[in-house]
């Protein structure tokens, strides 16, 4: 089991910028793709966003494309997520997750505590 601790959320107007890290329990923390899932009120948890081991490969659901950028630290066993132009429909608990592959969705590990971003207008 890897321990998943994500932080940075926060409440924030619409069009303004947030930064969340996810830091993972992991020696092997190079050899996993990693990846954003988020949760809205009342909806199922969606994927945002997966990066490569290497950081080399990423992917974006479609309406995160141009506004959101993931990235990762192999040397502190952290992954980021760069959030711009934030809109009122990107308010959800956001969670990171250790990712069966670098082409999936599908996650290997439990969920941590996630960390609540609210846009207002």
């Known amino acids: 089991q890897v321990h998943l601790v994500e932080s940075g959320g926060g409440l924030v107007q619409a069009g303004g910028s947030l930064r969340l890290s996810c830091a993972a329990s992991?020696?092997?923390?190079?050899?996993?793709?990693m990846g954003w899932f988020r949760q809205a009120p009342g909806k199922e948890r969606e994927f945002v966003a997966r990066i490569s081991g290497s950081g080399e490969i990423k992917y974006y659901m479609w309406s995160v494309e141009g506004r959101f950028t993931i990235s990762r630290d192999n040397a502190k066993n952290t992954v980021y997520l760069q959030m711009n132009s934030l809109k009122l429909e990107d308010t959800a608990v956001y969670y990171c997750?250790?990712?069966?592959?670098?082409?999936?969705?599908?996650?290997?590990?439990?969920w941590g505590q996630g960390t609540q971003v609210t846009v207002s207008s």
């Open positions: 992991t020696r092997a923390f190079s050899s996993y793709a």
């Open positions: 997750n250790v990712l069966r592959s670098t082409y999936g969705t599908g996650t290997l590990f439990r």
